[in-house]
């Protein structure tokens, strides 16, 4: 009986290891395939944002332009202006502030610049330029949103550098655009420096 019981016993703490082996593992294996899903639903979203042309009135651009800079105002309305431009006529880079002068050439855009160019980009995308991001979020949906924020950051190439994860979270903020640039700027080059360093 007693050789019986140390068999149970054994058997017993096996099935639980492999319980509890599998529960960990499982997880995991749901995520990555989520990832795949998530990747192929990316890669169609940026397909169909990047046939998707966007066109603003002045008055748009103008009222644009206004938000951001109550919320930036260290940022030029030129620089502003200039994303806003730059994005419409489908160049993916940000503009040169006239007369700013870096003291290396290793220094990038400052995090305020890079969120509000964010910010701006962020609100196109999801809104076409009029209305709030929440508004947007909640017209195209959270999912729909977290891919077409992913999308511009891959157009900047800033997409291998924030994961869904921290858009999902930054999304759910009032300026995603300032809780992403913030988010890159503590994992870049040079970490932590108020700037975007990531050539």
Same mark, same amino acid.
């Given at each position: 009986m007693k050789h019986m019981n140390k068999i149970?016993?054994?058997? $017993?703490?096996?099935? $639980?290891s492999i319980l509890l082996l599998s529960s960990?593992?499982?997880p995991s294996v749901n995520a990555f395939?989520?990832?795949? @899903?998530?990747?192929?639903?990316?890669?169609?979203?940026? +397909? +169909?944002? $990047?046939?998707?042309?966007?066109?603003?009135?002045? +008055? +748009?651009?103008?009222?644009?332009?206004?938000?951001?800079?109550?919320? /930036?105002?260290n940022v030029s309305e030129e620089f502003i202006s200039g994303v806003i431009e730059n994005y419409l006529s489908q160049? /993916?880079?940000?503009?040169?502030?006239?007369? $700013?002068?870096?003291?290396?050439?290793?220094?990038?855009?400052?995090?305020?610049? @890079?969120?509000?160019?964010?910010?701006?980009?962020?609100?196109?995308?999801?809104?076409?330029?009029a209305g709030s991001i929440v508004s947007g979020v909640l017209k195209v949906g959270k999912r729909e949103a977290v891919g077409r924020i992913k999308s511009i950051l891959i157009k900047y190439g800033l997409g291998h550098l924030v994961a869904d994860s921290i858009i999902d979270y930054a999304i759910n903020l009032t300026s995603p655009g300032y809780h992403i640039a913030k988010y890159v700027d503590s994992i870049d080059k040079v970490p932590n420096n108020n700037r975007i360093n990531v050539t």
């Open positions: 149970l016993f054994r058997l $017993s703490a096996v099935s $639980s960990a593992i499982l395939a989520d990832t795949i @899903t998530d990747n192929d639903q990316l890669k169609k979203s940026a +397909e +169909e944002t $990047s046939n998707d042309t966007v066109s603003l009135s002045e +008055e +748009e651009k103008q009222s644009l332009i206004q938000d951001v800079k109550n919320k /930036y105002p160049n /993916y880079t940000f503009p040169k502030e006239q007369g $700013s002068v870096f003291r290396s050439a290793w220094q990038g855009f400052t995090v305020d610049q @890079t969120a509000a160019a964010l910010d701006v980009l962020i609100g196109i995308a999801l809104t076409g330029g």
